[in-house]
């Protein structure tokens, strides 16, 4: 059973970044056929995709937050994380990981969440 | 606004079955791509109900099950319970976005 577990300050300020960090036990993070996830809520809101990481270390990011967003993997932690810079209160939010089955023509579903961490901006 | 649209909310009362729409377009679900369905209970991470259009994971009651059609999706659920309530996604993939992982809207279902 996989299980991934977010980390990381839970008040951020204005303008500062964001660092989460997503633990993930049962799975190695290295095997392949999974996007490595970031997923966010903002309060009474819809899901909202931010970006995944594939274990050779490509990357996708959301247009929208491409210019401030950073996913990194270390796999001999089997760990990986989101950094968000500039943040503003618009970035408050609770932030899943989760990972993600990739079928062969890119498509996909999420097979596995975190409990979700809710990040607020505010100074 | 999502190019997958769901009704904002549905009801039913206990014993009932309900179906919640998901409607796409030519470049996602019409296109073929697979339709996936998340259970959001009030305070919880969002979990896997339905993937690949109409399949369960492990665990899943069979009340639960899911269908497409040309540009659309249901899900469906029958025996209603108050354990039901809560918010339901769809998602899919759409070629023609650059972002193509892509959420419905997503529906409160509540049990009357």
């Known amino acids: 059973q996989v299980q991934l577990q977010e980390s990381g300050p839970g008040l951020v300020k204005p303008s500062q970044t964001l660092s989460l960090t997503c633990t993930v036990s049962g799975g190695s993070i290295s095997s392949g056929g999974y996007y490595w996830s970031w997923i966010r809520q903002h309060p009474g809101k819809g899901l909202e995709w931010i970006g995944y990481?594939?274990?050779?270390?490509?990357?996708y990011y959301n247009p929208s937050l491409k210019s401030r967003v950073t996913i990194s993997v270390d796999t001999s932690k089997n760990q990986f994380s989101l950094k968000l810079s500039s943040v503003t209160a618009a970035d408050t939010a609770v932030y899943y990981c989760?990972?993600?089955?990739?079928?062969?023509?890119?498509?996909?579903?999420?097979?596995?969440w975190g409990q979700g961490t809710l990040v607020t901006v505010s100074s | 606004q999502s190019v997958l649209t769901q009704p904002p909310s549905v009801s039913g009362a206990p014993g009932q079955r309900v179906t919640i729409s998901c409607t796409g377009s030519s470049s996602n679900i019409g296109a073929g791509y697979d339709v996936h369905w998340y259970q959001q209970l009030p305070g919880t991470a969002p979990k896997l109900l339905i993937y690949?259009?109409?399949n369960r994971p492990s665990g899943v009651p069979d009340r639960f099950s899911g269908s497409k059609s040309g540009t659309s999706a249901s899900l469906a659920i029958t025996g209603l319970q108050a354990e039901d309530e809560a918010d339901y996604y769809c998602q899919s993939y759409d070629s023609s976005l650059s972002d193509p992982w892509v959420f419905g809207g997503g529906t409160k279902l509540t049990v009357l």
């Open positions: 989760a990972r993600a089955l990739r079928y062969y023509d890119s498509s996909g579903y999420v097979d596995y």
């Open positions: 990481i594939y274990y050779s270390g490509s990357t």
């Open positions: 690949g259009n109409s």
